[in-house]
């Protein structure tokens, strides 16, 4: 079977396991936060257009309300789309010797990560059914109320298998291949 990986691999590697990201699974924690929030902000930005709008107010306040009420508006819809998106282009694999994630951002990129280098991986599991592999990561600051907030900073979802249906078979893979 060839893969998209094998231009990477040096003589010596096989690849072990291909994935993605699931297609139609996401954190709705995630989710919801984001269009609560959203709402909020677009409530924040109408009353402050009503009002800026209704007074004798510089145009740069005007146009400020505009913009605020647009990004405010479509702007949670516009990054699930994008990162369904971005989802729909990364790849994984795992071989004998190194980990690869491949991605799109300004064009297709591919990281590569030697397993017996890394920290243990860890694994975040969701309630419906997926998991988080995060490699190389340093875990933010949060607790216990607020692990549910904002999940990783944007580049951080380069080091991280996220939403894989067997996240426990392909952690003990890492972890055997560490040894």
């Not at 936060?33 to 402050?48: D, E, N, Q, R």
């Not at 508006?73 to 690869?100: P, V």
């Not at 064009?107 to 059914?129: A, E, H, V």
Request: charged share 20%; net charge positive; aromatic share 20%.
């Amino acid at each position: 079977m060839i893969s998209k990986f094998d231009r990477y691999l040096k003589e010596e590697e096989t690849i072990l396991w291909t994935g993605q990201p699931e297609k139609n699974k996401s954190n709705r924690t995630y989710i919801f936060l984001l269009l609560v929030s959203g709402i909020f902000a677009t409530v924040f930005a109408s009353l402050w257009n009503i009002i800026v709008w209704s007074n004798s107010t510089p145009v740069f306040f005007k146009i400020f309300g505009l913009f605020f009420l647009f990004s405010s508006t479509f702007g949670g819809i516009i990054h699930i789309i994008l990162n369904k998106y971005r989802r729909s282009k990364t790849y994984y694999a795992i071989s004998t010797q190194r980990i690869y994630i491949e991605y799109l951002f300004f064009g297709k990129r591919i990281k590569s990560y030697k397993i017996k280098s890394l920290p243990k991986p860890t694994l975040t599991k969701y309630s419906n059914g997926i998991g988080t592999i995060l490699i190389n990561y340093e875990t933010p600051f949060s607790f216990k109320l607020f692990t549910f907030a904002i999940e990783y900073r944007w580049f951080d979802q380069y080091r991280r298998f996220e939403f894989i249906k067997s996240a426990q078979e392909v952690i003990d893979l890492i972890i055997e291949r560490r040894k």
